[in-house]
């Protein structure tokens, strides 16, 4: 409803202002629609102003001075780590609240050294039963004890982790040590180090892949995650047959592995920028 409704504005419009509110509609009444048409005595915070400017250069903004700060938190090993989690409003577990959410699946790509391979592990529940148990002794046993964990907003993945060590206090101490090592990727772009006009304002990772390095999820079944958990929920607890089950979780590995990936594309091409 939104595209057909908005169809009308030109790409990078006003209404794409980061935390625009009632911003953009103020600059459409003055018949104002694409950001660089913004008038320079229009007042914009720091982040507007530099949509405004990346919008009329037609090219990224890019502070390589603060990239090349965030990137020095970055030690190896690298661990780029993504969960996939479902909530529903009633229970399937003792001890949940509604719509609490429950890990049933990772993603981690791991980089030994500057130069080295990635490589991948996963771990995607395959029953019924509580999946946090089984999820917390794969993550234990293949996230390497040294080095920085990469996930794109890191507070969701470290808040999974404490709450499943709620249940499980033994590993507490375990989650603990990811939390003095984990580095959040959203951080640089949130702060607006790096600012595409393709990214329409956004920080999110389904915004700045495309920009940052040409690649996204256009070709996935599964583009997103509460797609991820939809699915997730109708092959394991709903009765479908064999080969869909089996085609859904080929997809479902799929999306999940797209995004650890895409961190580690992300931090290559942010890398690049920061040298140049």
């Known amino acids: ?41 229009f007042k914009l915070t720091d982040n507007q102003e530099i949509q405004r400017k990346a919008a009329r250069a037609g090219q990224p903004h890019v502070d390589q001075r603060a990239i090349a700060r965030f990137l020095r938190r970055i030690k190896f090993p690298v661990s780029y780590l993504d969960f996939e989690t479902f909530g529903t409003a009633i229970p399937l577990f003792d001890g949940l609240r509604p719509y609490q959410q429950v890990p049933f699946q990772f993603s ?79 951080l640089p772009f949130r702060r607006f180090h790096y600012c595409h006009p393709q990214q329409n304002g956004s920080a999110l990772m389904k915004a700045v892949l495309p920009a940052l390095t040409g690649r996204g999820y256009d070709q996935l079944a599964i583009q997103d995650g509460g797609m991820a958990s939809q699915e997730f929920l109708r092959v394991t607890v709903v009765d479908v047959g064999e080969e869909e089950r089996q085609r859904v979780r080929r997809q479902l590995e799929e999306y999940c592995g797209q995004d650890t990936i895409g961190m580690a594309w992300i931090i290559d091409g942010v890398r690049r920028l920061a040298e140049s």
């Open 1 to 41: 409803m939104h595209d057909l409704c908005w169809v009308h504005l030109p790409e990078s419009d006003v209404t794409t202002l980061y935390r625009g509110g009632k911003k953009g509609l103020r600059l459409l009444q003055e018949g104002i629609a694409a950001l660089k048409d913004i008038p320079d005595d």
């Open 108 to 186: 981690l790509h791991v980089q030994q050294s500057n130069d080295a391979a990635l490589e991948h592990h996963s771990f995607l529940a395959d029953s019924k039963a509580d999946p946090r148990p089984e999820f917390m002794r794969r993550l234990h046993d293949l996230l390497p004890r040294q080095g920085t964990v990469v996930a794109f907003n890191a507070p969701f993945e470290l808040g999974q982790l404490k709450e499943c060590s709620e249940l499980l206090p033994e590993f507490r101490p375990w989650v603990a040590g990811i939390e003095r090592r984990i580095v959040d990727l959203l």
